[in-house]
């Protein structure tokens, strides 16, 4: 009897409809990964619509704990989360339907402007987030930009802003921005003061500080949320790309310096000073696309939090930030996972974790 012969494995492919030309990557999970492996078309542009080829995939059982999805990332427009990703033995052609980039609106409260240059400083801190989130492919965008100018010297709202001027984020002073600046509902409100925490180039987002994370450590505390979770702080001279890293914790990412093995960084998670996310930096420019997840997915980020732009059921959920020693929790690509490297950061390409 003659058997037929098995056929060649075939091999999948991701179909970006609607994408602007530029870098195209995804993060598939299935039968063969344990967690996600990470592709990348490197002839973006050339084979526009042609497809990017992920390999081989076939469905994971529920029983091996291992998950079947892929999340797809093209510059110009948010991550596209196809969770199940039906693998079939057969070949696979996955389409994913991309989005214009999400706007963020801000409000920007001057509350201290000694030498009236403070408005062009925000505009230039606004400028270098827009180019970081354009050039990571993190499918955010500016949105409307509302600048207030500081009030008039010797108004009771002035006189009431200079003790706030000097800001930490004890509830009072929150409470003085709020009043005497000002605060608009569904948009970010930056406040742009003095110094912060006695720093004139610092800033603070205050649902990351420890007057608002204490027994809150992940950040999940929804009366916080709803308190300062739209809110962040700039002195007077933070690095423009100050910006970029404040927004990042309002979209629920936090710090990714300090995570040790003894006297090495753990090979897992290996960040440096120009990932957006470090916590003192002179040059900030990447997020991963773990980071870039999260922004997008968390239920703790502002995007869904203050501006709702995606479903409810794909933003429920809090994930896991740094998770030493194991991979990430179902559902998740590990924070530092990278499809294209950033700097001196190496990329993943074929890396199953
Ligand atoms: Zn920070």
Redesign the pocket.
Same mark, same amino acid.
């Given at each position: 009897m003659l058997r037929k012969p098995l056929p060649l494995e075939p091999v999948d492919v991701v179909v970006f409809q609607n994408a602007p030309a530029g870098p195209k990557g995804v993060l598939v999970s299935g039968a063969r990964a344990p967690g996600f492996e990470a592709r990348l078309d490197e002839a973006y542009g050339v084979l526009a619509g042609a497809g990017l080829t992920v390999g081989s995939w076939r469905a994971a059982s529920a029983t091996t704990g291992r998950t079947n999805e892929l999340i797809a990332f093209a510059v110009g427009a948010p991550p596209v989360w196809a969770d199940p990703c039906g693998w079939t033995p057969w070949r696979n052609v996955v389409k994913v339907e991309c989005a214009p980039p999400t706007p963020v609106d801000l409000t920007v409260w001057i509350v201290f402007d000694p030498d009236g240059n403070q408005q062009a400083r925000v505009e230039a801190a606004i400028e270098a987030t827009a180019l970081i989130w354009e050039r990571e492919a993190t499918g955010l965008a500016i949105g409307d930009v509302e600048i207030v100018p500081a009030p008039a010297a010797g108004t009771a709202a002035a006189q009431a802003l200079q003790s706030a001027s000097g800001f930490d984020c004890t509830a009072a002073m929150v409470g003085t921005l709020r009043t005497h600046a000002g605060k608009r509902s569904d948009r970010i409100n930056v406040y742009s003061v003095h110094m912060v925490n006695g720093d004139l180039g610092g +800033?603070?987002?205050c649902i $990351?500080d420890a007057a608002y994370t204490a027994g809150n450590a992940e950040q999940s505390d929804v009366a916080a949320l709803q308190s300062v979770g739209d809110m962040l702080v700039l002195g007077q001279r933070a690095a423009p790309h100050l910006l970029a $890293?404040?927004l +990042? @914790?309002l979209f629920s990412l936090r @710090?990714i310096d300090g995570v040790f093995l003894g006297e090495e960084w753990d090979p897992r998670y290996v960040f440096d000073s120009e990932n957006v996310?470090f916590?003192s930096s002179a040059d900030r420019k990447y997020l991963t696309e773990g980071q870039t997840f999260r922004i997008h997915f968390d239920a703790r980020s502002a995007l869904n939090h203050v501006f709702h732009h995606r479903p409810p059921e794909q933003t429920s959920r809090n994930y896991p930030q740094i998770m030493p020693g194991s991979v990430d929790a179902r559902n998740c690509p590990v924070i530092h996972k990278r499809i294209a490297p950033d700097g001196a950061m190496a990329s993943q390409l074929g890396s199953a974790d």
């Amino acid at each position: 009897m003659l058997r037929k012969p098995l056929p060649l494995e075939p091999v999948d492919v991701v179909v970006f409809q609607n994408a602007p030309a530029g870098p195209k990557g995804v993060l598939v999970s299935g039968a063969r990964a344990p967690g996600f492996e990470a592709r990348l078309d490197e002839a973006y542009g050339v084979l526009a619509g042609a497809g990017l080829t992920v390999g081989s995939w076939r469905a994971a059982s529920a029983t091996t704990g291992r998950t079947n999805e892929l999340i797809a990332f093209a510059v110009g427009a948010p991550p596209v989360w196809a969770d199940p990703c039906g693998w079939t033995p057969w070949r696979n052609v996955v389409k994913v339907e991309c989005a214009p980039p999400t706007p963020v609106d801000l409000t920007v409260w001057i509350v201290f402007d000694p030498d009236g240059n403070q408005q062009a400083r925000v505009e230039a801190a606004i400028e270098a987030t827009a180019l970081i989130w354009e050039r990571e492919a993190t499918g955010l965008a500016i949105g409307d930009v509302e600048i207030v100018p500081a009030p008039a010297a010797g108004t009771a709202a002035a006189q009431a802003l200079q003790s706030a001027s000097g800001f930490d984020c004890t509830a009072a002073m929150v409470g003085t921005l709020r009043t005497h600046a000002g605060k608009r509902s569904d948009r970010i409100n930056v406040y742009s003061v003095h110094m912060v925490n006695g720093d004139l180039g610092g +800033g603070v987002a205050c649902i $990351h500080d420890a007057a608002y994370t204490a027994g809150n450590a992940e950040q999940s505390d929804v009366a916080a949320l709803q308190s300062v979770g739209d809110m962040l702080v700039l002195g007077q001279r933070a690095a423009p790309h100050l910006l970029a $890293h404040e927004l +990042g @914790h309002l979209f629920s990412l936090r @710090h990714i310096d300090g995570v040790f093995l003894g006297e090495e960084w753990d090979p897992r998670y290996v960040f440096d000073s120009e990932n957006v996310m470090f916590s003192s930096s002179a040059d900030r420019k990447y997020l991963t696309e773990g980071q870039t997840f999260r922004i997008h997915f968390d239920a703790r980020s502002a995007l869904n939090h203050v501006f709702h732009h995606r479903p409810p059921e794909q933003t429920s959920r809090n994930y896991p930030q740094i998770m030493p020693g194991s991979v990430d929790a179902r559902n998740c690509p590990v924070i530092h996972k990278r499809i294209a490297p950033d700097g001196a950061m190496a990329s993943q390409l074929g890396s199953a974790d």
